[in-house]
């Protein structure tokens, strides 16, 4: 199966992420979020970074995930909380990505995406011991930005 991450290609030749906190995850977790298709890991970076600089260059990271089941957890709409997609929900849905990431529960936590609910985002556990084995950056292809979907 393949995922999408689009990244500054500064940082886009490594499976890495920073242990930020996120919507599915606490600080020092570390995962990488990605999407099941382009369009939807587009707009997962338009909605989330505050700009977007056409300056830097930007690639679109394709991701290699194993498709054996066993590796994944999977999160649907009828197991989130009723306000799942407020802001206010982040403490609850951090709660569920950070029992999925300490106890180790499986590679990868597939979750419905916030932005357009009927797609699923992939967030790989890069400490998982499996990790090194079922995933891999398959290859990097430079990302063009259209200029329309950067004015508000």
Do not use: C
């Amino acid at each position: 199966m393949e995922v999408f991450r689009i990244s500054s290609s500064k940082y886009s030749n490594k499976l890495v992420a920073s242990g930020k906190a996120a919507r599915w995850n606490r600080d020092n977790q570390f995962v990488l979020y990605t999407g099941q298709s382009i369009a939807l890991s587009t707009l997962e970076v338009v909605v989330h970074k505050s700009s977007i600089k056409t300056a830097i260059r930007y690639d679109l990271m394709v991701i290699s995930l194993t498709e054996d089941e066993r590796f994944y957890t999977r999160k649907f709409i009828k197991d989130m909380p009723t306000n799942w997609r407020d802001i206010k929900a982040y403490p609850a849905l951090q709660d569920i990505g950070s029992e999925w990431y300490t106890n180790n529960q499986s590679l990868i936590l597939q979750v419905p995406s916030v932005i357009v609910p009927q797609e699923f985002n992939y967030i790989i556990n890069l400490h998982h011991p499996d990790f090194l084995t079922n995933v891999s950056l398959a290859r990097n292809e430079e990302f063009f930005w259209d200029d329309r979907l950067l004015i508000l």
